[in-house]
Each structure stands twice: as C-alpha cells, then as structure tokens.
C-alpha cells in the first residue's frame, strides 16, 4: 500500500531536523547534565588557578572555549561550566573516572599517559627549569653538585630532573613536595636549594608572590608539550575540543590570549610554530 505525499513529507522534514548522528560519551553526558565538568588545578598561575570569582587561567580561557563549543554540538545555546579543583595527584583519575569531562591546567601529552587518557591537540610547550635563592650559585643541573632540590612526585618534571642529574653524573638529592607552595616555601626556608617545575609555572609563582628573595635560572631540562586530557575512545568529543582550539589558533586572538596571561609577553617561535602546526583545517 502506497504511503500519502503528505506522510512522506513529514517523515523527510523529520530526517532533515534530527542530527546527523547520536550523541554519545561524554557530548551525551553534557547534555543530559546541561553542564560541562572543567577540572583544573588551584595553584598553577597563570595557566590555571583559583581566581577573585572562579578559575582562570590561560588554559581555562581556551577551555571555554572548548565549552561554546560543545554547547552548539548538543544544541545548548548557554551551556553552564561547573569547574572541578584537581591536585597534580589525581586529576588524570578524574578524567577516566568521569568526574571531569575535560582537565584544563599544566598536563604533558606523554605516550605512557596516554595509556589513561586521550589528549588534545596541543596548547603550550615548556620546559622543566629550577627556581632558587638569588645570589645562587646554582645555574645549570651540574650546580645541583650536593645540593637538595624539591619536586612534586609524579610528575613529569620529576622523571626530567631525575633524568638530567644522571645524565650530568650530579649527586644531588631530591627532596619531594606536595605542591607548588611546598616547594618555593622550601627553597625559602633552606630545606632546598632549588625548586623545579615547568618554567612558565615558576615564573607566574614568583610573579604573583613578588618575593624579592627568589629568583628563576636561566635553564631548560626538558620538553614539555601541554594538552588538555579527555577520556579515551571518545572521538566525538576530541573533535568538538580540536575544533575550538584549532580556531581559536587561526585567529588573531590567540596573541592576545598569550600577552593577557604572559604578562605582554609576544609568543616566542616555538609558542608560534605550534600553533600552526596545531590549528588543524576545517
């Protein structure tokens, strides 16, 4: 039997409103909750931390825009942001566990990490550096020649350090700390000779601190390629998350973004070079 004209109408006006495909994952998850879980942590300035009103952060600028983004793809025109503090200990549990959707701070893409969660194009490249006492003897890792220096364990920057102390052949200890503050204060109280961390971490610490007494070396121990960490075998969602960061790097704003939080800083060529080779095409 034969269907009316006007049945087939409706039945195709139908198929041309409903999305191409289902949500699924975590675009499902956003959805259903009308809200997007940011993790980020409290004490990483300027790349994330605890501000006047909310987080902020270069990271959770980006991030939000990652949330607009998400927002159009699950049809939520004001798509509210519930951020979520992590600690450097257990913001890669919150990922996989679903207790954020995204963790937008100071996290290194590695291929070991990878093996938890998926990660996004990249936002940000830095490396390991040491901060000290001013008037320090200490300059490079072979200055770490019996001397103490504080980490936070777990990190990357902790098997970087770890790594460069054998490489140079330094006898030096590490001493482990629960967090950025734990370590500066260590440096400060001569429990420590030095504090490493990732350089940019360090310089908006000692920025904001504006203590006199410390001082940031001139030095790089590692590579540290920054992404914002997703769970794994969720394409759909990585895409949403690419798609805004890869405009937010083809667009002008993006010098604008860096000299807001890098203190008017310009992007250096390296900082540049990624994001060309990150604003993936439409």
Known sequence: MRRPLTTLLAAGLLALSSPAWALEGTLKAIKDRKAILIGYLKDAFPMSFEGQNSADGYSLELCRRIADEAGKAVGIDKLEIKYVPLTVANRLDAVSSGKVDIECSTTTATLTRMQKVDFTNLVFVDGGGLAVKKGSAIKNIAGLVGESVAVIPGTTTEKSLKSAIAQAYVNAKVVEVADHAAGLAAVQAGKASAYA?????????????????????TLQFSFEPYGFALRRNDSDFRLVANRALSRAFRSPDIANIVERWFGGVKPGDALLLMYILNATPE
Request: no cysteine.
């Open 197 to 217: 961390s990732d350089r940019i971490i360090l310089a908006g610490l000692l920025s904001k601190a504006q203590d006199p007494t410390l001082d940031l070396v």
